[in-house]
T-cell receptor, first 113, second 112 residues
Framework: AQSVAQPEDQVNVAEGNPLTVKCTYSVSGNPYLFWYVQYPNRGLQFLLK??????LVKGSYGFEAEFNKSQTSFHLKKPSALVSDSALYFC???????????FGKGNQVVVIP | NAGVTQTPKFQVLKTGQSMTLQCAQDMNHEYMSWYRQDPGMGLRLIHY???????DQGEVPNGYNVSRSTTEDFPLRLLSAAPSQTSVYFC???????????FGPGTRLLVL
């Protein structure tokens, strides 16, 4: 079984400041973790994923995420937020051999000009 | 490539009516899935398929049927719509269930 938690409903950040969106996971075996972004009235777009290897994963649009096995976390980060980063962000996870992807409830990110 | 396409974009149904949400992909992906998105609940998996002729239930399958006769198409059927099925429905596809999924634009369904 697997579950993913996003503890914050909304993250507000000033433009130019670092952005962090938190995610913790509970997955049997080796986790496969993903971040997706959703803009209003659109489908989800893939940002990045962790399967194995380096704990720091780099993705699209300047985003990166750090896999921390001891804390079972996979936080999404961006060094300098843009107004255009305002969107809904989803963390998702599964594990090797499992065909069911579990999503967190989502985080609304608001970047303030 | 069109990617993942979904029709219709928006639909209003009355309680008890049936309908089929269409999903197609042109990437030759083996894995396809249906999710529903509700405020504050993220995306929940309804049904998925690992290849033509093979389907399985997800987290919230009740009230929904699927079939997969071709690699490209994965329709979702609502047999007797209920207000609780008011939601936004997303179809996705990928090479495998553990790979990156590509999402369609969604179908917004309102059941009165």
């Amino acid at each position: 079984a697997q579950s993913v938690a996003q503890p914050e409903d909304q993250v507000n950040v000033a433009e130019g400041n670092p952005l962090t969106v938190k995610c913790t996971y509970s997955v049997s075996g080796n986790p496969y973790l993903f971040w997706y972004v959703q803009y209003p009235n659109r489908g989800l777009q893939f940002l990045l994923k962790y399967i194995t290897g380096d704990n720091l994963v780099k993705g699209s649009y300047g985003f990166e995420a750090e896999f921390n096995k001891s804390q079972t976390s996979f936080h999404l980060k961006k060094p300098s937020a843009l107004v255009s980063d305002s969107a809904l962000y989803f963390c998702a996870g599964t594990y090797y051999g499992n065909n069911r992807l579990a999503f967190g409830k989502g985080n609304q990110v608001v970047v303030i000009p | 490539n069109a990617g993942v396409t979904q029709t219709p974009k928006f639909q209003v149904l009355k309680t008890g009516q049936s309908m089929t949400l269409q999903c197609a992909q042109d990437m030759n992906h083996e894995y396809m899935s249906w999710y529903r998105q509700d405020p504050g609940m993220g995306l929940r998996l309804i049904h998925y398929s690992v290849g033509a002729g093979i389907t399985d239930q997800g987290e919230v399958p009740n009230g929904y049927n699927v079939s997969r006769s071709t690699t490209e198409d994965f329709p979702l059927r609502l047999l007797s719509a209920a207000p609780s099925q008011t939601s936004v429905y997303f179809c996705a596809s990928s090479w495998k269930g553990t790979e990156t999924q590509y999402f369609g634009p969604g179908t917004r369904l309102l059941v009165l």
